[in-house]
């Protein structure tokens, strides 16, 4: 390279790239594999090779469908001269299909070896994999159960035909035999394009399978049913399956999808059926999933208002609609524009706290929606168009889980902070002991601040936030924000922090808001100071020997 002004790249000669094999646009098909535990759509592709003469081999049911539906299928057995055996764990592993299938056409090696040894080439392998993820979803099934729905043959037919795809075309899902049957009918053949797409979309189909047979033997050997904790494994592998596109990340100039992880979904954003609105965004989903995870910890019918990632709202009651206006109420100015979170079903009475006048919702998630409050969310509020509805179905308990965080070069893991609180290890280190009735409040006001980021404080009075005091660099200043937020509610609340107070001066500044009681993890060198100035108040204190920092 010449003429750069700069200095920085000196002249080279032009680099010469090799050549591949010479190959026509379009690779004919001839002779087809198919072996599927998945026959959607398959008699219909079947009768569309069979209609242009290609002939089909295949193997056990994939073979007895065939022919009940009057589609001819030679029995690999009858080709191999070994039949099936251990219950069908052996059927297709042997050379004279492997060697049909890693062939390469262009070259007179290969081609001799399959006239010596009598080796017929296949141009297509149909195969979709044993249900292993899917086994695993069932309540209660045995080791035993899920290893004999691990696929041997089937990854290694479609490697093979992947990694050949230069002269073979392969298809692991029915979503793409259309595209296989268009080209057919247009070309006679399927073009290098098709081919190098679909073996790219094998190997991924291979990496989530192997991955999720991995995670789950991974933790069937460390007795992850009967601990109490998540298990760190020493290799972890992530596979992800494009569920959708967005039109942009947080910032309209990054490029966004949704990916999906593997295992059950269920009661979660990536399973939820959309009821109303418009697209979801990025920062829609990370706020609605940071709700629903919020609102899933409560017993008691729950609702939860976040804006920025961050709790503004929240609140318990004996009903939803009492506590979605308690929710509603904590911040109503940060609460316009934010999204809700609810943990049981939206009846027509939360509806009508949610029509409010001057009130504006991007997106609300809950278990399920009456017909009467979708119809009222749909046709009241000025905003009705535009309003996601998430619907995610029953709950159920908080699962454990690993939470996953990158960083330049590699990734964080841990086990999720969302199992529910102990108060087995709660202490009362003041003179002063708690009332009786403050007793929910303290318990909800734990339970929340635990969603804040850190350094972060709660107010919490009536079983719902009052102040919210989220992200700052001093608990100091997390305190006063709270108080500030709270404003003449602080007066009667309880105050829950993430982590110890460092100092004194937010008991000072927490008994002058009218602060009655305040729970912390403990553990500061100055303890004994803060628990001395809670004294000097008459603000009883609860340790409970854990922290909660969210970053």
């Known amino acids: ?68 539906n009057g589609i001819e299928a030679v029995e690999v057995a009858s080709y191999t001269g070994f039949p099936e055996v ?15 299938i890693l062939a390469r056409r262009n070259v007179a090696e290969d081609k001799e070896s399959l006239q010596t040894h009598s080796i017929l080439e296949f141009d297509l392998v149909v195969v979709n994999l044993y249900p292993f993820e899917s086994t695993i979803k069932i309540p209660n099934v045995t080791l035993p159960e899920a290893i004999e729905q691990i696929d041997i043959g089937g990854p290694s ?10 002269f073979v075309t392969v298809a692991t899902n029915p979503s793409q035999y259309g595209a296989i049957a268009d080209e057919l009918q247009s070309n006679a053949g399927t073009s290098d394009a098709l081919r190098l797409r679909l073996a790219a979309e094998c190997f991924a189909d291979t990496a989530r399978y192997d991955a999720s047979i991995a995670d789950y033997l991974a ?46 979904s269920t009661a979660t954003l990536t399973s939820a059926k959309q009821l109303n609105g418009k697209e979801l965004s990025y920062n829609n ?163 929340m601040v635990r969603h804040v980021k ?21 608990r100091v200043d997390s305190v006063e924000i709270a108080i500030e937020k709270a404003g003449d509610r602080s007066q009667g609340s309880i105050l829950a922090s993430d982590a110890f107070f460092p100092f004194a001066d937010s008991i000072q500044r927490a008994a002058e808001a009218g602060i009655i009681a305040i729970i912390q993890p403990g553990g500061s060198k100055k303890d004994n100071e803060v628990i001395a100035a809670c004294n000097e108040h008459r603000i009883p204190m609860i340790f409970t020997g854990q922290r909660h920092f969210k970053h």
């Not at 251990?86 to 049909?100: A, E, N, S």
């Not at 990340?249 to 059950?264: T, V």
């Not at 850190?454 to 001093?474: E, K, P």
Request: charge should be neutral; glycine fraction near 8%.
């Open 454 to 474: 850190s350094n972060a404080i709660i107010l919490a009075r009536d079983a719902a936030l009052v102040g919210v005091g989220a992200g700052q660099m001093s």
């Open 219 to 264: 933790k069937a050997s460390m007795g992850h049913g009967n601990q109490q904790e998540v298990s760190l494994p020493p290799n972890i592998t992530i596979p992800m399956t494009l569920q959708s596109g967005l039109r942009y990340g947080e910032n309209p100039h990054q490029s966004a999808a949704l990916y999906k992880l593997p295992g059950d």
């Open 285 to 447: 989903l990370l706020d609605l999933d940071n709700a629903l995870s919020i609102a899933r910890c409560f017993a008691k019918p729950s609702a939860v208002v976040i804006k920025h990632n961050n709790p503004c709202g929240g609140a318990s009651a004996h009903k939803l609609s009492f506590a979605c206006r308690k929710a509603l109420a904590g911040d109503p100015q940060s609460a316009f524009g934010g999204v809700i979170g609810f943990n049981t079903v939206v009846d027509l009475e939360t509806a009508e706290v949610l029509c409010q006048p001057g009130l504006f919702i991007e997106a609300i998630v809950a278990p399920e929606f009456t017909a009467e409050a979708v119809s009222l969310l749909q046709t009241k509020p000025k905003w009705r168009d535009n309003v996601r509805l998430m619907e995610t179905g029953a709950l159920g308990n908080q699962p454990l889980e690993l939470n996953y965080r990158f960083i330049s070069g590699g990734v964080l893991v841990q086990q999720s902070d969302n199992q529910p609180p102990t108060s087995l290890n709660w202490k009362t280190v003041t003179d002063v002991v708690v009332a009786e009735e403050l007793w929910d409040d303290i318990a909800f006001g734990w339970e």
């Open 157 to 166: 037919l479609i490697r093979a035909a992947a990694k050949n795809h230069a």
């Open 1 to 68: 390279m010449t003429g750069d002004p700069m200095g920085r790249f000196t002249h080279f000669e032009p680099l010469t790239v090799p050549k591949s094999p010479s190959v026509s646009s379009f690779s004919s098909i001839k002779r087809a594999l198919i072996s599927v535990s998945d026959k959607t759509g398959l008699v219909a592709f079947a009768k569309a090779l069979t209609s242009r003469g290609i002939e089909i081999y295949s193997t056990g049911g994939t073979r007895k469908h065939l022919i009940e």
């Open 86 to 100: 251990m219950d069908g764990r052996v059927k297709t592993l042997h050379p004279k299909i492997f060697g049909g």
